[in-house]
């Protein structure tokens, strides 16, 4: 069994989506490779989690800032900075739920064509 035909399987162990069969899971019990990638996918989902439970506050006016930010009229203070990191800090937290559900989406899937 070779560890990368398991990834998309690892991460759909970890939030619920697949079973892994019996000659798979010893190969996770036996393979140090696999047990790292459930590590890093219980990670991530973790900080998921984590991210889902803290509030994220965003100026109303965030684009207009952000443009005059880019336009260079804005003056540089430690606002625009949290501004900045607030607006990064909302993407990134998007972007991870959108690959999360396209990975769980994916897993179900190949769980129903099995």
Not at 14 to 20: E, M, N, P, Q, R
Not at 22 to 38: M, Y
Not at 40 to 54: A, F, G, V, W
């Amino acid at each position: 069994m070779r560890c990368e035909d398991l990834n998309d399987q690892l991460a759909g162990v970890i939030d619920g989506s697949a079973v892994l069969d019996r000659r798979t899971s010893r190969h996770v019990e036996s393979c140090l490779r696999c047990q790292a990638e459930l590590a890093q996918y219980r990670r991530l989902l973790r900080s998921l989690r984590q991210l889902r439970d803290e509030p994220v506050s965003v100026p109303r006016d965030l684009s207009a800032l952000i443009a005059a930010r880019l336009d260079g009229t804005a003056p540089t203070s430690p606002w625009t900075r949290r501004v900045a990191y607030a607006g990064a800090l909302a993407a990134t937290a998007a972007g991870a739920a959108g690959a999360i559900a396209l990975l769980s989406t994916r897993n179900r899937r190949l769980r129903l064509a099995s």
